[in-house]
T-cell receptor, first 113, second 113 residues
Framework: EAGVTQFPSHSVIEKGQTVTLRCDPISGHDNLYWYRRVMGKEIKFLLHFVKESKQDESGMPNNRFLAERTGGTYSTLKVQPAELEDSGVYFC???????????FGSGTRLTVV | AQSVSQHNHHVILSEAASLELGCNYSYGGTVNLFWYVQYPGQHLQLLLKYFSGDPLVKGIKGFEAEFIKSKFSFNLRKPSVQWSDTAEYFCAASTSGTYKYIFGTGTRLKVLA
């Protein structure tokens, strides 16, 4: 089966600009997660979708971050406006309802300059 | 607060050496535990997981981990490492019944040929 796809793989933007990250989960996986790793720190939970609904968005840092999941398929994470501290690697993962383990994407490395 | 600690941030070993990476967690209640690996340029992959039962868990590529409840530990082991085990290793935990992970900060392993 195809894995979790994220793009772009790298993005360099200026402070104040907008960036949209995209995640295509494994087909049929209702659960989709976003995580972020700031350099040198642990990978931290951002939010969880079940189909198109936000199940848990307790990890979203602030209202500059907006996540959507259209029709329960792919998801986007928009950062607007981007700040320097938003730099890091953004991971997406998906999971079927029958498994505790995630399948991760390769991540998007975001650099805000 | 719930947390996962990985005390070894960087480990360098020669091929054929034995490996043990420490992971301690701080959780109330029943916990599910995981080890993930990220090889250079690749996505996070599940090595092994523990939910219940036999505290010695065997995973892929010859890795194993032992859950010691009294020590709140879930250390990763491999009797003989190979150059191809060079990667970053992440310990993660979730509360039973949820699927949201808390990760440790990761351990970078370098195996010298």
């Amino acid at each position: 089966e195809a894995g979790v796809t994220q793009f772009p793989s790298h993005s360099v933007i200026e402070k104040g600009q907008t960036v949209t990250l995209r995640c295509d989960p494994i087909s049929g996986h209702d659960n989709l997660y976003w995580y972020r790793r700031v350099m040198g720190k642990e990978i931290k939970f951002l939010l969880h979708f079940v189909k198109e609904s936000k199940q848990d968005e307790s990890g979203m840092p602030n209202n500059r971050f907006l996540a959507e999941r259209t029709g329960g398929t792919y998801s986007t994470l928009k950062v607007q406006p981007a700040e320097l501290e938003d730099s890091g690697v953004y991971f997406c993962a998906s999971r079927s309802g029958h498994d505790y383990g995630y399948t991760f994407g390769s991540g998007t490395r975001l650099t805000v300059v | 607060a719930q947390s996962v600690s990985q005390h070894n941030h960087h480990v360098i070993l020669s091929e054929a050496a034995s490996l043990e990476l420490g992971c301690n967690y701080s959780y109330g209640g029943t916990v599910n535990l995981f080890w993930y690996v990220q090889y250079p340029g690749q996505h996070l992959q599940l090595l092994l997981k523990y939910f219940s039962g036999d505290p010695l868990v065997k995973g892929i590529k010859g890795f194993e981990a032992e859950f010691i409840k009294s020590k709140f530990s879930f250390n990763l082991r491999k009797p003989s490492v190979q150059w191809s085990d060079t990667a970053e290793y992440f310990c993660a935990a979730s509360t039973s019944g949820t699927y949201k992970y808390i990760f440790g900060t990761g351990t970078r392993l370098k195996v010298l040929a």
